[in-house]
């Protein structure tokens, strides 16, 4: 389960959770140690002081939800989804929980059950504890909204946030994001640049500000944030991602590999990290390990490895298998042109014209002039011997790109036939 995007790095915070407390001073003390802990990023001191406060307090569900909270730091979504499931079996009206639950599944892209928890947390909001709980939650809730192409909304609800705190460097990481997602590129730098200001060592507006640098494609400038945000904080697995594309954008592939091993190493479970990687070996004609690697993020909850393994089983010729895990990817993205393109190549390459077509057509009716679905439909009609049909299709290609020579070739190679 994780964030996904395919090849187009958008780098996600985790938004800081709110661990909750309530109960008896002893078990108020006891979560304060393990608090403590967290802070420091000890999560497996952590770990092991809440495993023992509940040999003594199996009811007290602060301590669930916190250990399920460093849990999640470390990359354990399972251990982390179950001990907040745990805390809410035991303390149903604790906003905080319901938030970290959220917060988890934000940060595992399932977004429906995210939505839901923040909105109940929200619905529990005079029950929170921390004086911060609500806060959180807007922010949080705000960057899911984001995240599901609904910035208006995230916008109106992070205004609420903003009400709640006006000094909080995470808030302005949130909005830099938003601005980022909608294209605004300029304002989305100077919130990141506003989140530095208030806390100079905040990792994740480095690394935030270094997206928008590879987005611009100011490569060296990007390298620079992210570098120093791993510095700051070396267990911020979008940041590895984000490093091996820069790497790979400036042809360090080797460097690149050797950054998502190490990220590997950190977050196993982390599935954009495998299909970067795959995506380098894949570049290199490495196709065996291409796909173990696509494959391990397929297991890691990203989809995007179906492509990434139809677009390999095309190359290699094993087209069935193309087929089947382009299909499969499709049913999640129907719309992905490049997707469709390619199952449309293996259709051909199948002599199933009929399919192929099918799948032009789909691409043609999202985006009538779109070069490269015009020109592979035209192969097409001319391994169906429907020549006028070709020939009318590239010299409309060529009416739009008089530069398209691949489609001024087949002419030329119509012509040569006839």
């Not at 916008?155 to 946030?161: D, F, I, Q, T």
């Not at 690394?207 to 400038?221: D, F, Q």
């Not at 399919?355 to 691409?363: C, D, H, I």
């Not at 070069?371 to 299709?393: F, G, V």
């Amino acid at each position: 389960m994780i964030l996904r995007k395919y090849i187009i790095t958008v780098v996600l915070i985790m938004i800081s959770a709110v661990l909750a407390a309530c109960g008896s001073r002893v078990e108020e003390e006891l979560n304060d140690e393990g608090y403590n802990l967290y802070l420091e990023g000890l999560y497996d001191e952590a770990i092991t002081h809440y495993t023992q406060s509940l040999v003594n307090y199996p009811e007290y569900g602060a301590f669930y939800s916190n250990r399920g909270m460093a849990y999640f730091e470390k990359g354990d979504v399972a251990l982390a989804l179950e001990d907040l499931n745990q805390a809410i079996v035991l303390e149903p009206d604790m906003p905080e929980a319901y938030l970290n639950r959220g917060t988890v599944y934000l940060g595992s892209g399932i977004y429906d059950q995210a939505s839901k928890d923040f909105y109940k947390a929200i619905q529990l909001k005079d029950n929170f504890k921390d004086e911060n709980g609500l806060y959180y939650t807007y922010l949080n809730l705000g960057t899911l909204l984001n995240e599901i192409s609904q910035p208006k909304e995230a916008l109106a609800v992070l205004e609420k946030a903003f009400e709640l705190n006006k000094k909080d460097e995470k808030l302005y990481n949130a909005l830099g994001l938003i601005y980022k997602s909608i294209g605004d590129y300029e304002r989305a730098l100077s919130y990141f640049n506003g989140a530095i200001e208030i806390n100079e060592d905040y990792a994740y507006a480095y690394g935030n500000r270094g997206s928008v640098y590879y987005l611009t494609e100011e490569y060296r400038i990007a390298l620079s944030d992210v570098n120093t945000a791993l510095s700051m904080d070396p267990y911020i697995p979008q940041m590895y991602d984000l490093k091996a594309k820069i790497l790979i954008k400036t042809g360090e592939l080797k460097e690149a590999i050797r950054v998502l091993d190490a990220g590997i190493t950190r977050w196993v479970n982390y599935a954009d990290l495998y299909i970067t990687r795959g995506n380098i070996y894949f570049g290199e004609k490495a196709y065996g390990e291409a796909l173990m690697n696509y494959g391990l993020g397929i297991e890691y909850g990203n989809i995007e490895g179906y492509k990434g393994q139809g677009v390999t089983y095309q190359v290699i010729g094993q087209y069935e298998d193309a087929i089947s895990q382009l299909e499969t990817y499709l049913q999640n993205n129907p719309g992905d042109i490049s997707s469709l393109i390619t199952l449309g190549m293996v259709y051909r390459q199948t002599k199933d014209y009929d399919l192929s077509l099918t799948q032009y057509e789909k691409v043609l009716n999202l985006g009538p002039n779109h070069i490269e679905a015009m020109y592979q439909k035209a192969l097409t009609y001319i391994d169906m011997q429907a020549i006028s049909e070709a020939e009318k299709i590239l010299n409309q290609v060529l009416s739009i790109d008089p530069d398209h020579k691949a489609s001024r070739e087949a002419l030329k190679n119509i012509e040569v036939k006839e």
